[in-house]
């Protein structure tokens, strides 16, 4: 069913009785050309763009859980093409101008809001970088302003600006950036790609990869083997272990991201605020809570929960860049797990493995790269390939060393991000 103002109009008129289910429930057929392994945002994106990009639809995706359980419904929803580093910059601003235009390719409201993002600095050395990555973006064709300190001031009154144990310097402003509601995300391509023909099917967990004579031949599943020309492997935090399923050894260590929502409050800050010094960022979410977060959990771990070291670190973060902070009344936390590439850069590639392709390393930044990784992804399994944009996004760069992303500026060790 298509959505619209009448739509809406004449349910509202008539109980609400005439809605059907966003999508199909089917059983998994004993065997598909391509099967997608992951339904979160990567994985549904991918299973979109193959229909719609390369008419490609007998295809499945196998979530072994629910439709929007994983990071894609757990993030802090921020949206940008900030990047500096070329591989990065291409790719994130092909993803901003596909997220510009995903509520109608999807006729779904995913409440894209462009509401800019500002990255403060504090410090001389930092404000000459920022304003190097903002070149970089204006390079790329993306926007980007670097704001002086009135002018962060007159943007972000609720900072602390008097005698702060961190000065505000500046701030590089990107317009264009701005917030998306994860799960809705998640709905839309799900619902998209279901339309389309794509069987979704979930509580369907793979268990092992088939692979005869160097060639992917199908998977084992929870609900029995599914085989398959082609297979993609889309499961962010758990890539390691699917991988070892083929018997590869990726570069990816798991580790857990957390974050937090307040209370509602009448808004109060209109746009995303990115305060690197104290690792901590934060928005106001259309229901009027503040969700904000900060750094790894810094431990390798596959639990979708955080520990209290870190809480206390993003709050103390919290109450140095904004003290009026402490009176909100902290309403939930929780965390995900983050697929870390020693670089901090992804992997969209093919394998050793004839059949056998790979999209994951997305750290903690690939829910904005959602419809860029999807379109990516599925240009290489259907063209055997890679699209341009995505094109550096090797997995070989880790054993060769060549051609490495360090786009955090970490080197290549995951505990340093
Ligand atoms: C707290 C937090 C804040 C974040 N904030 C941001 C942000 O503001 N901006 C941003 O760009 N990014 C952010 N991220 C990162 C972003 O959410 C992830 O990089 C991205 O969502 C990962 O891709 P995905 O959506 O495909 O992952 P997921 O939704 O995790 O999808 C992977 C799916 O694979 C499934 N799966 C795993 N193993 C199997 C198996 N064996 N068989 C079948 N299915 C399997 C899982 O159940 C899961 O549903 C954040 C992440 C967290 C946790």
Redesign the pocket.
Known sequence: MGYSAWQIIREGLTGNRGWKPVWRDPAPKSEYDIVI???????LSTAHYLAREHGLTNVAV????YIG???????????RANYFLPGNSEFYSHSLKLWEGLEQDLNYNVMMSQRGIINLFHSDGQRDAFARRGNAMINQGDDAELLDPAAVRRLLPILNFDNPRFPIYGGLLHRRGGTARHDAVAWGFARSADRQGVDLIQN????GIDIENGRVTGVQTTRGAIRAKKVGI?????SG??AAMAGMRLPIESHV???FVTEGLKPCIDHVISFGMGHFYISQSDKGGLVF?GDLDFYASYAQRGNLPMAEHVMEAAMTLMPMIGKAKLLRS?????DMTPDGSPIIDKTGIDGLYLDCG?????????PASGFAFAHLIAQDRPHDTAARFRLDRFRTGAGLMDEEGTGAQHNLH
């Open positions: 392994i992951g339904g979160g945002g990567h994985g196998l979530e072994k859980g359980g994983g990071n894609v419904g757990r993030n802090t929803t921020i949206v369907c967990e793979v268990t889309v499961v962010a935090g758990r272990q699917v991201l957390q974050a977060g929780w965390g995900g797990i983050m997305w750290c903690y930044g690939g829910f904005k790269a959602v």
